[in-house]
């Protein structure tokens, strides 16, 4: 027999004295056994009662994120001032420490009116109330606020989410026909705003704003080599957020926005003062091929 079969046959005849000498105290000590299987099972309901159910559970990491909304008609100027207010009631909150709030159209903001503010909670120690119970106490003062609306939830390690959403859970509708589904989901949003189960139920579906359609004479356009991938491009220019450029400072970075003047972002007839270059480098007026 080699050296490691007799140093494993060694280990394995004291771990059967070791399971003979606590089965003869069991065998001795049958009410205490007894004893300790009930506390046992009582132990295993008690914490099967208070541990968080769920997927994950809920974590107080010290954050939380919060998603702005606002009338899908608003302006950027508008949406900042509003967004400023909104940040200066949460920070009227003894368990805020700081925030940073973010608006405009970027690759997590997909429309002008919906913005981010991510709170940063002091310790807990400090503070004496975990993210969910803080979020509670900033909710009515920040229902106070006009024409803007805060969904908040506290900031996870481990997400299974693909975007960052208004609310903890998401459900997804999905119809082939858009103008069916424009009918339902309000109806759908409203019945789970009825339910005393859910709070802050919401919708990311934006059908509010305001618009206008024009249509493009394609034989006047191609005659002076104008695509409709260049009128879209001069559009958006004017209309859009198109960002041009960054700079960079020591402390942060701000983004550089091309856009018309404010004053001509006020009403429609601002279109017949937009020129597309066209290929030789003319200025063509809008309004020469769309109406």
Same mark, same amino acid.
């Given at each position: 027999?080699?050296?490691? +079969?007799?140093?494993?046959?060694?280990? +394995?005849?004291?771990?059967?004295?070791?399971?003979?000498?606590?089965?003869?105290?069991?065998?001795?000590?049958?009410?205490?056994?007894?004893?300790?299987?009930?506390?046992?099972?009582?132990?295993?309901?008690?914490?099967?009662?208070?541990?968080?159910?769920?997927?994950?559970?809920?974590?107080?990491?010290?954050? =939380?994120?919060?998603?702005?909304?606002?009338?899908?008609?608003?302006?950027?100027?508008?949406?900042?001032?509003?967004?400023?207010?909104?940040?200066?009631?949460?920070?009227?909150?003894?368990?805020?420490?700081?925030?940073?709030?973010?608006?405009?159209?970027?690759?997590?903001?997909?429309?002008?009116?919906?913005?981010? =503010?991510?709170?940063?909670? %002091?310790?807990?120690?400090?503070?004496?109330?975990?993210?969910?119970?803080?979020?509670?106490?900033?909710?009515?003062?920040?229902?106070?606020?006009?024409?803007?609306?805060?969904?908040?939830?506290?900031?996870?390690?481990?997400?299974?989410?693909?975007?960052?959403?208004?609310?903890? +859970?998401?459900?997804?509708?999905?119809?082939?026909?858009?103008?069916?589904?424009?009918?339902?989901?309000?109806?759908?949003?409203?019945?789970?705003?009825?339910?005393?189960?859910?709070?802050?139920?919401?919708?990311?579906?934006?059908?509010?704003?305001?618009?206008?359609?024009?249509?493009?004479?394609?034989?006047?356009?191609?005659?002076?080599?104008?695509?409709?991938?260049?009128?879209?491009?001069?559009?958006?220019?004017?209309?859009?957020?198109?960002?041009?450029?960054?700079?960079?400072?020591?402390?942060?970075?701000?983004?550089?926005?091309?856009?018309? %003047?404010?004053? +001509?972002?006020?009403?429609?007839?601002?279109?017949?003062?937009?020129?597309?270059?066209?290929?030789?480098?003319?200025? =063509?007026?809008?309004?020469?091929?769309?109406?």
């Amino acid at each position: 027999q080699s050296r490691l +079969y007799r140093k494993s046959e060694e280990i +394995y005849e004291w771990i059967i004295r070791q399971y003979a000498t606590t089965l003869r105290w069991v065998l001795a000590n049958q009410g205490l056994t007894l004893l300790v299987a009930v506390a046992t099972l009582a132990a295993t309901v008690v914490l099967f009662l208070i541990v968080p159910k769920g997927f994950f559970p809920v974590q107080d990491t010290g954050g =939380i994120l919060g998603i702005t909304e606002a009338s899908p008609a608003i302006s950027f100027s508008a949406m900042a001032e509003r967004q400023k207010a909104l940040a200066h009631a949460i920070l009227q909150d003894p368990a805020v420490e700081s925030l940073t709030s973010f608006i405009g159209v970027d690759g997590t903001n997909t429309t002008i009116n919906s913005g981010r =503010i991510q709170i940063n909670l %002091k310790p807990l120690e400090e503070r004496g109330l975990n993210a969910s119970d803080v979020i509670r106490r900033i909710q009515p003062t920040a229902a106070k606020v006009d024409g803007i609306a805060l969904f908040m939830q506290p900031l996870q390690d481990l997400t299974v989410e693909d975007r960052i959403s208004r609310t903890q +859970y998401q459900y997804s509708l999905e119809d082939p026909d858009q103008a069916e589904l424009f009918a339902w989901a309000p109806r759908f949003l409203a019945k789970l705003q009825s339910l005393p189960q859910l709070r802050d139920a919401a919708s990311d579906q934006q059908e509010g704003g305001l618009q206008a359609a024009l249509t493009i004479d394609r034989d006047t356009a191609s005659r002076f080599g104008i695509t409709p991938q260049l009128i879209d491009d001069t559009l958006y220019d004017a209309f859009g957020q198109r960002q041009v450029s960054t700079i960079f400072t020591q402390l942060n970075q701000y983004h550089v926005v091309l856009e018309a %003047k404010p004053q +001509y972002q006020q009403n429609v007839s601002s279109l017949n003062d937009i020129y597309v270059r066209a290929n030789n480098g003319m200025q =063509i007026p809008l309004n020469t091929f769309t109406h």
